[in-house]
């Protein structure tokens, strides 16, 4: 293996695909980093023994697709990035899967507390990051713009890890607890 440290971002700077330097703190590198921790949680996901076994091979995908996210999202401008993405197929797949829970799920009335069981605790993290990476990723498509597809996946995801922590709580039995500020 080669080394793992470079010591070329010693001085605050990094690159994005295809050499270009920017600062740490660019807007794409931070939108970046957000995408890392949401896969990081999702991978997390994937290998609790509470979560059901036909959620791992989707988020596998999932995770698959954010890396491929965060490769255009570091391509710069005018620079064409080969990787094809399939955000439309699992955006598809996922609005099937949240309707599915949906018909099989007692209607929402309340805002939920993030809570329940260890593993939808989790998945509600994941959903917060999902939000926030959803967010940075705005901001960067006002400077360079984003395809608009990625932009509806980071949406959706966000929406699909909220109805997979409804059907968590339903396959362990447990009530969600409610917020009626």
């Not at 996901?45 to 490769?71: H, T």
């Not at 999202?73 to 955000?87: C, F, M, W």
């Not at 799920?105 to 993290?125: D, N, V, W």
Request: hydrophobic share 40%; proline share 5%.
């Amino acid at each position: 293996m080669n080394k793992v440290y470079t010591k070329t971002g010693d001085e605050g700077m990094t690159s994005l695909r295809g050499g270009v330097r920017v600062p740490k703190d660019d807007i794409r590198i931070e939108a970046n980093g957000t995408i890392d921790l949401l896969n990081a949680l999702i991978g997390k996901l994937r290998v609790m023994p509470e979560i059901a076994d036909e959620w791992e091979p989707f988020l596998l995908d999932i995770q698959k697709e954010l890396m491929g996210i965060m490769s255009h999202i570091a391509t710069p401008p005018g620079k064409n990035n080969p990787r094809q993405l399939h955000v439309e197929e699992l955006i598809e797949l996922m609005e099937r899967k949240m309707d599915e829970v949906t018909a099989k799920i007692e209607e929402r009335t309340h805002f939920i507390l993030p809570s329940g069981s260890l593993a939808s605790a989790e998945i509600h993290i994941a959903r917060t990051v999902a939000r926030q990476a959803e967010r940075r990723l705005w901001t960067v498509n006002g400077e360079f713009p984003v395809n608009p597809a990625i932009m509806r996946f980071m949406n959706r995801l966000s929406d699909f890890l909220f109805i997979m922590t409804k059907e968590q709580l339903q396959c362990e039995g447990i009530k969600e607890e409610s917020w009626n500020g």
